[in-house]
């Protein structure tokens, strides 16, 4: 019942930055968490930074202090600004949504590289 859009990915210098954006769509009611998720070649898929009710954020330790997760609500959109990249980033990016606290939906991802 949500589509989500993800875009902004691309290839980076270290120490570049990237912005993110998931813009979802359908049903959009009660939209509790939003979330961007990672997963690099041959890795488990991990949760890069989360912000829910109350614009409460949280992020992956190896990623704070660097990207910054924020929505506008009125545009249905989940952003996710990333600075100082690493090598290590370099992953497909997944756009996360739960609706009614209970129903989860992915976007189909977005890569990331970072490279010299």
């Known amino acids: 019942q949500v589509r989500l859009v993800e875009s902004g990915g691309g290839l980076v210098q270290p120490g570049g930055s990237l912005r993110l954006s998931c813009v979802a769509s359908?049903?959009?009611?009660?939209?509790?968490?939003m979330a961007w998720y990672r997963q690099a070649p041959g890795k488990q898929r991990d949760l890069v930074a989360d912000?829910?009710?109350?614009?409460?954020?949280n992020y992956a330790d190896s990623v704070k202090g660097r990207f910054t997760i924020s929505r506008d609500n009125a545009k249905n959109t989940v952003y996710l600004q990333m600075n100082s990249l690493k090598p290590e980033d370099t992953a497909v990016y997944f756009c996360?949504?739960?609706?009614?606290?209970?129903?989860?939906?992915w976007g189909q991802g977005t890569q990331v590289t970072v490279s010299s």
């Open positions: 996360y949504v739960q609706r009614a606290w209970i129903r989860d939906y």
């Open positions: 912000i829910t009710t109350g614009d409460f954020t």
């Open positions: 359908g049903t959009l009611l009660n939209i509790n968490r």
